[in-house]
């Protein structure tokens, strides 16, 4: 990454840091502020559409792990997520165990369903990858419903709220707190993640896993861990739904909802983390402002948002989806960066092309 005029790194330390400059640090801060403030400012309507994104956050963070860093493609991300909040809240209702010990667990068990569909990953690849999560995604939607004494099959699981001392975390604006710690923590792991040897053994093995594995890499053992990372982001943001809906019902784990996710994906920039925050704000906000032009269609034309204006949000998100993939393969990352470049240099763009 390139740096301001005049600032330069002095020590491998320096090099790795997240955060480099003073401006850097002010910008943090006042991003900090403003997302603490958020709630005491916004209607519960924003807060709700806030939280959502901070927990779509988390699992597409696990997804481009996955697929940006270690090139492992898959379509069951929300199985994945079913698994951490049915999980979380089990631990709770039948062993009495406090949310912030629930939530770990759901992401352990996440992870460990997520090594036994990631060990297929050492012979195929690609497409028959790509199948192999979708049946994973299918089978464990059929045990959730099919094991009611544990999971309450169709009827699910109500989950209690989160409390921390006096303090219970039962309404939006409370919970949005939960949620925006937990994305700060997933944010800051995959950071340091993706920059350690662990990532750049992902990135080798994304590049080209034979000429990985010919430097050394053990890439069957690295494919597991991509997928049990991934797979814990999952459980991690499936209990933080579960826990934001008040039940964990496994219609909220549709594979629409997977494709969603790896759009969100695509559409931010594989291999990049700030771009996973950029597509899931996108995406997120496209598919609510759809949802309230179609509330705006039913009032103006209700024969048009009875028929065709139905599969708007899916119509609208196929076509970007696609726009992204011919126009803009890299992403809103590769924009945003081509916006930082030209700040950097103005007014001397000719300088530098970005």
């Known amino acids: 990454m390139s740096l301001p005029a005049g600032v330069f790194n002095r020590a491998y330390a320096q090099d790795m840091a997240i955060v480099r400059t003073g401006t850097q640090w002010v910008w943090l801060a006042l991003l900090l502020a403003l997302l603490v403030v958020f709630p005491q400012v916004a209607n519960e309507y924003l807060v709700g559409v806030a939280i959502l994104m901070g927990i779509w956050i988390v699992s597409a963070l696990g997804l481009n792990i ?37 939530l770990p667990g759901g992401a352990l068990s996440a992870g460990l369903v997520g090594l036994a569909f990631g060990i297929p990953s050492l012979r195929i690849k690609g497409l028959y990858l790509a199948l ?32 921390l001392g006096p303090l219970v975390f039962d309404q939006p604006r409370t919970f949005y707190y939960v949620v925006l710690f937990m994305v700060a923590l997933a944010t800051y792991i995959a950071s340091c993640l993706v920059r350690s040897r662990v990532g750049r053994a992902f990135m080798a093995i994304r590049d080209n896993d034979l000429s990985a594995e010919a430097l050394g890499i053990d890439v069957f053992r690295y494919k597991l861990l991509a997928f049990f990372l991934g797979c814990a982001f999952a459980g991690a943001a499936g209990g933080l739904y579960v826990h934001h809906v008040g039940i964990a019902d ?8 997977s494709v969603w996710l790896l759009g969100m994906v695509l559409i ?61 393969p890299r992403g809103l990352a590769h924009r945003w960066q081509a916006i930082k470049g030209y700040y950097r240099i103005w007014p001397f763009a000719y300088q530098e092309k970005s």
């Open 268 to 328: 931010g920039g594989m291999g990049t983390l700030s771009g996973t925050i950029f597509g899931v704000i996108f995406v997120k906000g496209l598919e609510e402002g759809t949802y309230n032009l179609q509330g705006w269609l039913a009032s103006v034309a209700p024969a048009f948002a009875q028929g065709a204006g139905v599969g708007l949000p899916a119509m609208l998100f196929g076509v970007i989806v696609v726009g992204f993939l011919i126009f803009e």
């Open 132 to 163: 192999v999560t979708l049946a994973a995604q299918i089978v464990i939607m059929w045990v959730i419903l099919r094991w009611r004494d544990m999971t309450g099959g169709p009827f699910g699981i109500h989950t209690p709220a989160p409390e």
């Open 66 to 102: 996955l697929l940006g860093y270690c090139g492992q493609i898959s379509v069951a991300q929300s199985a994945f997520m079913a698994v951490g909040g049915y999980t979380a809240a089990i631990l709770e209702t039948k062993l009495g165990l406090p949310f912030w010990l629930a």
């Open 250 to 257: 496994v219609e909220q784990f549709t594979m629409w909802q």
